[in-house]
């Protein structure tokens, strides 16, 4: 389970279609999230990735749009819970099994 953790974390690091700073904001929710569905304050994922606030909503909306993640609001809106559709997790982890594929056929 480590293991695959580490491989969609990198995966997403090394996902084209984002920004740097979406990218860390989408890995640290994976990061957070315990069996695909995160948790957390918004304020509190702007504090721990270093973003503003509207720097992770604007970020969230795109990741929502693009069918990663399902977002919803906590009770009273302490918290929001955010869970990833997991066929576009694994489209993202066959994208970069692709690439080291193509790096490593290039350097042999």
């Not at 304050?41 to 969230?60: C, P």
Request: aromatic residues 10%; positive net charge; charged residues 25%.
């Amino acid at each position: 389970m480590k293991n695959q953790q580490k491989l969609i974390i990198k995966a997403i690091e090394a996902y084209d279609c984002y920004s740097d700073g979406q990218k860390k904001i989408l890995s640290t929710l994976y990061k957070l999230s315990v069996d695909n569905t995160a948790i957390i304050k918004v304020s509190r994922l702007s504090e721990i990735t270093g973003y503003s606030r509207y720097m992770v909503y604007k970020s969230l909306k795109q990741f929502e749009q693009d069918g990663i993640l399902k977002m919803s609001d906590g009770g009273q809106k302490l918290s929001n819970t955010f869970r990833f559709n997991e066929s576009k997790i694994q489209s993202i982890i066959d994208l970069y099994n692709k690439m080291l594929q193509i790096i490593t056929s290039k350097n042999i």
